[in-house]
T-cell receptor, first 115, second 115 residues
Framework: KAGVTQTPRYLIKTRGQQVTLSCSPI?????VSWYQQTPGQGLQFLFE???????NKGNFPGRFSGRQFSNSRSEMNVSTLELGDSALYLC??????????????FGPGTRLLVL | AQSVAQPEDQVNVAEGNPLTVKCTYS??????LFWYVQYPNRGLQFLLK??????LVKGSYGFEAEFNKSQTSFHLKKPSALVSDSALYFC?????????????FGSGTRLSIRP
């Protein structure tokens, strides 16, 4: 079974631009979560989607948004990019909504550099 | 509020020696606890999780972790380290009482195994 895939793997943008990242979960998984990983802040939860609905949200500004499609694929959008948005963005999928003992499986990430 | 702490930024061990990566947690109720490993330029890989029952949990690549409720710890261990174990390790916790609670990751511990 194929793992979680993320595209693109690397991205360079300039301040003020917007970016869209894509995540395809493991086949059959219906939950997709997004995380931001930076050296200073570590791994921070952005949001989770399940059955095309946002079920949980982290403490990020409204510039960060996402959506999930009927095939469970998810996109994350960041508008008006800032230098501090440079990070590795990780997507994780799970069979069910990621509560309790549910295990999340991570993709390789998209490394975003904002200049 | 839930939290997880990894008190050591880096752990250095000689190949063949036992290794321990420490993790302590804080949740309101009982915890679900996870360990993930991250290799360079890769996403997180699931190692093991504690749900309930036996305090000693066995996982992938020969790793195991011991749940200690009185010390609120979930240390990762391996009897004999390999150079290939060198990576970044994350402990994570989720509150068992809240079905849709977010998973909280520790800051990570870089494990370095010298030949």
């Amino acid at each position: 079974k194929a793992g979680v895939t993320q595209t693109p793997r690397y991205l360079i943008k300039t301040r003020g631009q917007q970016v869209t990242l894509s995540c395809s979960p493991i086949s059959g998984h219906r939950s997709v979560s997004w995380y931001q990983q930076t050296p200073g802040q570590g791994l921070q939860f952005l949001f989770e989607y399940f059955s095309e609905t946002q079920r949980n949200k982290g403490n990020f500004p409204g510039r960060f948004s996402g959506r999930q499609f009927s095939n469970s694929r998810s996109e994350m959008n960041v508008s008006t990019l800032e230098l501090g948005d440079s990070a590795l963005y990780l997507c994780a999928s799970s069979l069910r909504i990621s509560g309790g003992s549910e295990t999340q499986y991570f993709g390789p990430g998209t490394r975003l550099l904002v200049l | 509020a839930q939290s997880v702490a990894q008190p050591e930024d880096q752990v250095n061990v000689a190949e063949g020696n036992p290794l321990t990566v420490k993790c302590t947690y804080s949740v309101s109720g009982n915890p679900y606890l996870f360990w993930y490993v991250q290799y360079p330029n890769r996403g997180l890989q699931f190692l093991l999780k504690y749900i309930t029952g036996d305090n000693l949990v066995k996982g992938s690549y020969g790793f195991e972790a011991e749940f200690n409720k009185s010390q609120t710890s979930f240390h990762l261990k391996k009897p004999s380290a390999l150079v290939s174990d060198s990576a970044l390790y994350f402990c994570a916790v989720r509150d068992m009482r809240r079905s849709a609670s977010k998973i909280i990751f520790g800051s990570g511990t870089r494990l370095s195994i010298r030949p």
